[in-house]
């Protein structure tokens, strides 16, 4: 059963998307971060669309998405990398 991820408000994310800093730095300063939703934690197939589609949506080059470290996290980390 896929569970979908609690409504979101628009995230604003400072600066333009491709830092200047990511370039400069070689890859050390510069990123974003957003988390999937922890309730989405016990969930691998749900936890994967959700890492996808917020990459997508935020369209930054120089964004990590957060998977919760959970025993179900783990397959949908290793299938996101």
Do not use: C
């Not at 990123?31 to 999937?36: A, T």
């Not at 917020?54 to 996290?73: M, S």
């Amino acid at each position: 059963m896929r569970r979908e991820a609690p409504q979101r408000r628009r995230v604003r994310l400072p600066g333009p998307p491709g830092d200047p800093r990511l370039e400069a730095t070689r890859g050390v300063d510069g990123w974003v971060s957003l988390d999937v939703s922890p309730w989405l934690a016990y969930d691998t197939e749900s936890t994967v669309a959700e890492a996808r589609s917020l990459h997508r949506k935020a369209g930054f080059p120089n964004l990590f998405i957060k998977v919760p470290g959970t025993h179900d996290g783990l397959p949908a980390i290793e299938e996101l990398i």
